[in-house]
């Protein structure tokens, strides 16, 4: 049985990451990087596709696991009746070599422990069978373009297309394991001693973990986050990926299984107010240079998101021999999404470079340049339909969310203008600013429900409407935001969560349904600290708090009725979201504040226009 996906912890090292269940097993490894193809397991759980287990012969799950304080270093103890030891999981610095290298090394804790050991290296998502050689020192195995040894003292043999091993660990003792990926054509690598390995790790980790700003009784969740987020970063590029997983599905048993192995320009305004406001200016600096790169070129072909490298085919494919996560199909690799109009991504890159000029991050002059191509483009389509934040499979609609971020584009280009002395045609930025403020006024607001609505002419909300004052469209005083706020809580809030959206409107195009969206939650609590609500906000990021696993990660999605994670793991929209909360929560300047500042008041206050624009 498939271990549920909040019994996995999480080890990175900046390049690529893995995933270690609490039954010893590691289940998930790209290698060489987060979106290689020369991954195992394809499935969670899967041994016919790849795993490997390290844990008592007898069995069972740990008794504790924790990460080395500070570190992505993970502990995992089981205990028998003859004693406990303890499994340490780390990824070392691949800039050491170039190689990438996993080290696994059980420690003895008390009395003796029988253990055993099970590889089943299964490569390209569990398709490739690698050819493998014996050495007296473990083994080495050759597919296409990839290598791996396995270096450990520990006896192995070969039976059934998997590699084991049984041992004794004694109080005292350390026997390490240690798998490197290679590329075949150069020579093996030579050994590495462990412990170094992970003095070297431990100290690294510590050494950045230790500038995380204080955040009151909410620092060590913060300092958490931020280690699972700098774990999820590709340091060569600076690209952070939004999860190191694919497929892992949204409903169990259903269709909504996607790719996150990827950077989305979406994500950057928040990405940058969470390192930046904990003091970690040089990451967001990397992430600003990569989104600068990544969206250069002709404006009408920037997408929502790209490879860690600023790659742009993402092409989207199945792997129908893999029977998926907990028999979730299909298995996808891939994101169909890149190619979709999404109007909102221009103003949340409008808005990123805003926030780093705020913040005195270093803009260079042709960034500037790039913007005002960006508007010209906006210019043009601005009141085009879309597929929305959301990445709607289903027909193209007016969402109020995307309209809500052109004017968002548009009011950062004013504001660079009349705020850091930029060059621009500021008057006609000013009058299209307005006109889309009206358009959304009109056509995004319904008088009967006395709210935003999610696509002009619908009847229904999604939670992106929760953004309103953050970004400085709307006062958080507004009735019209107040109204809002009370729809959402009405139609989405679901025992305590909120979802995106209602799937059973069919505005998705897609089958079936899903847990709750965990960053939406975050967001309603950023709601409710811009409204006054204060207790009500901390009430639910405590809730929020409690949904975490053992280990303080989160998925995507929360489904409180199975009571279990769901989606792609861990997710860094949801532990960004958790940044900035407790941010919000512990200092008046602070993200939806500061963020919010970038609105015009006399946009924001206009009152309601009730004839629609588009003849809906």
Known sequence: MALRIEDYGFIGNMHTAALVGRDGSIDWLCLPRFDSAACFSAILGSADNGRWLIAPSEGGMAVRRQYREGTAILETTFQTEEGEATVIDFLADPERDGNVELFRIVRGNRGTVRMRTELVLRLDYGHVIPWLRRHDY??????????????????????????????????????????????????????????????????????????????????????????????????????????????????????????????WIRDATLTLYALITSGYREEARAWREWLLRAAAGEPSRLQIMYGISGERRLQEFELPWLPGYEGSAPVRVGNGAHGQLQIDVYGELMDALHVARKHELEVYEESWTLQKAIIGHLEEIWDSADAGIWEMRGPPRHFTHSRMMAWVGVDRAVKAVETFGLEGPVDRWRELRDRIHDDVCANGFDTELNSFVQYYGGKTVDASLLLMAQVGFIDAEDPRFAGTVAMIERELLVDGLVLRYRTEHDTDGLPGDEGAFLACSFWLADAYILMGRYEEARKLFDYLLSLRNDLGLLAEEYHPHVDRQLGNFPQAFSHIALVNTAQNLASYKAPARDRSDGASAETARQPIQTEGRHGI
């Not at 462990?194 to 995380?212: F, K, M, Y």
């Open 138 to 263: 473990g083994l080495t195995a050759i597919a296409g373009p990839d290598g791996l040894q396995l270096r450990t003292p520990v006896r192995l043999e070969g039976r059934d297309m998997k590699t084991r091993g049984e041992f004794d660990v004694r109080a005292g003792d350390r026997i390490p394991f240690t798998l490197t990926w290679f590329p075949s054509h150069l020579p093996l690598p030579g050994p590495q001693d462990a412990d170094i390995a992970l003095s070297e790790a431990e100290a690294r980790w510590r050494r950045w973990s230790a500038h995380c700003a204080p955040v009151g009784e909410w620092t060590e969740a913060v300092s958490r986050s931020l280690i699972t987020l700098k774990a999820m970063t590709y340091s060569p590029t600076g690209g952070i990926v939004a999860a190191p997983t694919t497929s892992l599905p949204e409903e169990i048993g259903g269709v909504r299984n996607w790719d996150y192995r990827f950077c």
